[in-house]
């Protein structure tokens, strides 16, 4: 089964000094190109995506700005996909899908951010198409949240969210245990 890694916005504006920064993103970061380098040594596909926002006003990943480049830890090589992107869904208006297609890819293997936003929704997207998702849990993170008053803490914010995917739309496992599965 073909297998391509997709690193969902891991771009400068999450990161501190960012406009939007998240929680621990250096330790997703450096995750996720761990599990760059198995695919790069591996041969097998792997996709960027790099969200710019459509409002000139938005509070982060404004185009043009440092904060849509993505982050140097994973900075794609010459000949990497790179699919822009301008809604959490990084299947919704863009060419992601025909990508994977004409790759002949199965399987993805998902990392980034947000878990409760991009991440989800991208997943979610992911089953309908016919993939076969897996997602590493540890290469991606998230910010708390606030819902009727209430603040809900970033860890129970990822984790819930890990939960509901796991099983359901995909396989959440950590990064270590990727080698074994490809």
């Known amino acids: 089964m073909k297998t391509?890694?997709?690193?969902?916005?891991?771009?400068?504006?999450?990161?501190?000094?960012?406009?939007?920064?998240?929680?621990?993103?250096?330790?997703?970061?450096?995750?996720?190109?761990?599990?760059?380098?198995?695919?790069?040594?591996?041969?097998?596909?792997?996709?960027?995506?790099?969200?710019?926002?459509?409002?000139?006003?938005?509070?982060?990943?404004?185009?043009?700005?440092?904060?849509?480049?993505?982050?140097?830890?994973?900075q794609p090589l010459d000949g990497e996909t790179i699919i822009e992107k301008h809604f959490p869904d990084s299947f919704m208006q863009t060419t992601l899908h025909e990508t994977l297609q004409a790759l002949k890819v199965q399987r993805l293997v998902v990392c980034g951010m947000m878990s409760h936003m991009c991440v989800d929704t991208t997943v979610r997207a992911a089953r309908p198409l016919g993939y076969e998702v897996i997602v590493l849990g540890d290469a991606c993170t998230t910010t708390a949240l606030e819902w009727k008053g209430q603040r809900i803490g970033v860890q129970e914010v990822h984790g819930a969210f890990m939960a509901a995917l796991d099983g359901s739309f995909a396989s959440v496992i950590d990064t270590a245990a990727l080698a074994e599965t490809l």
């Open 4 to 74: 391509a890694l997709l690193l969902i916005d891991i771009q400068r504006d999450y990161f501190p000094g960012g406009r939007y920064p998240l929680y621990e993103p250096e330790r997703c970061a450096a995750r996720a190109a761990q599990a760059l380098t198995l695919f790069r040594e591996s041969g097998l596909p792997v996709v960027h995506v790099r969200h710019s926002s459509l409002d000139a006003g938005a509070p982060f990943f404004r185009p043009g700005t440092d904060g849509t480049q993505i982050h140097p830890l994973i």
